[in-house]
C-alpha cells in the first residue's frame, strides 16, 4: 500500500509564503515515479500545479511561474513546494501525486486578508 501524507497548509496573507511537504515510506514508488502536485479549488478541476522527475527535471504550470518552486530529498523519500507571492487564487486543497497514481489526502492553502 503506497500512502503520500501531505503537510504544510494553512492560513496565509496574500504575498505571503508557505512550504508543502509530502512524504512517503515507500522508496521504490518514490524513485520511480515522478512527483506531482494538483491543486482543486472549490467548483474547479483538479489541476496540475508542478512536477519532478527523478533527475530533477521539473515544470510548472504558467499561473505558479516565477512563484512557486518543487524540490525533492530523495534521502528523505519527500517532495516540498515552496510557495511564494501568494495570491488569493491559490486558495484550493493540494494533492501530492506519484506518477499520477498514488496520491495523498490534500492540504488546505487559503489566502486571505
Known amino acids: 500500500q503506497v500512502q503520500l501524507v501531505e503537510s504544510g497548509g494553512g492560513l496565509v496573507q496574500p504575498g505571503g509564503s508557505l512550504r508543502l511537504s509530502c512524504t512517503t515510506s515507500?522508496?521504490?514508488?518514490?524513485?520511480?515515479?515522478?512527483m506531482g502536485w494538483y491543486r482543486q479549488a472549490p467548483g474547479e478541476e483538479r489541476e496540475l500545479v508542478a512536477r519532478?522527475?527523478?533527475?530533477?527535471?521539473?515544470m510548472y504550470a504558467d499561473s505558479v511561474t516565477g512563484r512557486f518552486t518543487i524540490s525533492r530529498d530523495n534521502s528523505r523519500n519527500t517532495v516540498y513546494l515552496q510557495m511564494n507571492s501568494l495570491k488569493p487564487e491559490d486558495t484550493a486543497v493540494y494533492y501530492c501525486?506519484?506518477?499520477?497514481?498514488?496520491w495523498g489526502q490534500g492540504t488546505q492553502v487559503t489566502v486571505s486578508s
Open positions: 501525486s506519484a506518477g499520477d497514481l498514488f
Open positions: 519532478i522527475g527523478d533527475n530533477g527535471n521539473t
Open positions: 515507500n522508496n521504490r514508488i518514490f524513485i520511480i515515479y515522478v
